[in-house]
């Protein structure tokens, strides 16, 4: 799998953690930090009109904590508000 797939596959809910993805992710993690940033940027900027099922988001702050990117620490703050 590729860092774009797996990028892909984080953004909507399924039965099972994406754990294949996020091993990948974290192998890419230059390549995929700035798509992170942005899956949470896309809800501090539209919240509520996002489908009900997209959770990139928290897969996005997980990985974004777990690999200490500072840049996130904005968004963040803004979600939790």
Known sequence: MDV???LENI???TSELAEEEILC???HKDEAIPVLLYYIKIV???GKALPI???AHYYAMYLLAEL???DALPYLIKFLE
Do not use: S, T
Request: cysteine-free; glycine content about 0%; proline content about 0%.
């Open 4 to 6: 774009q797939q797996a």
């Open 11 to 13: 953004k909507i809910v």
């Open 25 to 27: 992710i974290r192998r």
């Open 44 to 46: 501090v900027d539209l």
């Open 53 to 55: 099922n997209y959770i």
């Open 68 to 70: 200490k990117v500072r």
